[in-house]
């Protein structure tokens, strides 16, 4: 889900070359309409979503994702990278974009499962978005690690 914001355009635009079908909408503009695209993609296809919501804060995770998991029955796989040199926007979540010949590291978690029956819960969503707020640091970490044991190896 990418905002309708003129920011997510760009973004947008960049996911859609790398073949991702983007669903438009946000909180306060379309996000019924994009949650809608979502619970329709078919079951081979696996969304993409970053989960701190279109005005942060950064790194927080918002429930929505957790929400979209627990109605569509998908399990929730943290994805965390790190990249040698980057270019960092200017915007709230001071995005990373890595710059042209950088090493990224991806890192991955094993899938969460969502508890489909506690999904409507306010207080089970927020404790299930904690949990992968942790999922989400750890394989961060990860990746900064590995950057920095590969880094290491060249006598840096």
């Not at 355009?9 to 503009?29: C, D, I, N, Q």
């Not at 995005?95 to 042209?100: C, D, E, R, T, Y």
């Amino acid at each position: 889900m990418i905002s309708r914001h003129h920011d997510g355009e760009l973004v947008s635009r960049v996911a859609e070359r790398f073949g991702f079908r983007p669903a438009r909408g946000s909180p306060k503009e379309g996000g019924a309409t994009a949650v809608r695209q979502l619970l329709r993609i078919p079951p081979d296809w696996n969304p993409v979503i970053t989960p701190d919501g279109p005005k942060g804060p950064a790194h927080e995770v918002a429930p929505g994702a957790v929400y979209l998991a627990g109605v569509t029955g998908r399990r929730l796989v943290a994805m965390g990278f790190a990249a040698s040199r980057v270019w960092r926007a200017g915007s709230w979540d001071r995005m990373v974009l890595p710059k042209p010949f950088a090493r990224v590291v991806v890192s991955y978690s094993e899938p969460m499962e969502v508890e489909r029956e506690g999904v409507r819960d306010p207080e089970i969503r927020l404790a299930q978005a904690r949990r992968l707020k942790e999922c989400l640091d750890g394989v961060h970490r990860e990746a900064e690690a590995a950057l920095e044991e590969l880094q290491g190896g060249e006598g840096r």
